[in-house]
């Protein structure tokens, strides 16, 4: 009795190229952990430069106007706030620019996340808020300072999205 192709099953080769597909499809399914490292790497790193944010809160409230850069804020040179993941801090226009390096990951080295102060515009008393990375800004508020995050979404902490 001679079986058929359908009665004799797969070959080697074809169950071969069934489980590579498989392994390929459950790999690419499979979240990568880099992601969160960058994100503890830059929480880390903005909770380092945060203790800044009231120098410029100060120097907006005493002028009506946001330090244009780290000398009128009365801070240290961009090169002397450095950390673990941080290579610079830039203040420009009132927006604090981290610049990740050092330590980080290469890929996130030089990448620019901006830390912004939101007001409400006309409005003498209002508080300031902080915006992150490529957080919204509410309505009705405005943004000192350009934004100038570089860095992928889903390498920010939730607070930067």
């Known amino acids: 009795m001679v079986l058929s192709r359908a009665e004799k099953g797969f070959s080697l080769l074809e169950m071969l190229v069934v489980l590579a597909i498989i392994g390929i499809v459950i790999m690419a399914t499979i979240p990568s952990g880099g992601g969160k490292i960058d994100q503890a790497g830059i929480s880390e790193t903005i909770n380092l430069v945060k203790r800044y944010q009231p120098q410029i809160e100060q120097f907006y409230m005493a002028t009506g106007e946001f330090p244009i850069d780290n000398d009128a804020a009365g801070l240290p040179d961009p090169e002397s706030i450095i950390g ?78």
């Open 84 to 161: 673990n993941y941080l290579q610079a801090t830039y203040v420009d226009s009132g927006a604090i620019h981290v610049e990740l390096g050092n330590k980080i990951r290469p890929e996130l080295k030089g990448k620019i996340i901006s830390l912004r102060p939101i007001f409400v515009p006309d409005a003498e008393n209002s508080p300031i808020s902080w915006v992150c990375g490529l957080d919204t800004i509410p309505e009705n508020m405005v943004a000192a300072g350009e934004n100038r995050t570089d860095v992928e979404a889903y390498r920010l902490p939730m607070s930067c999205r």
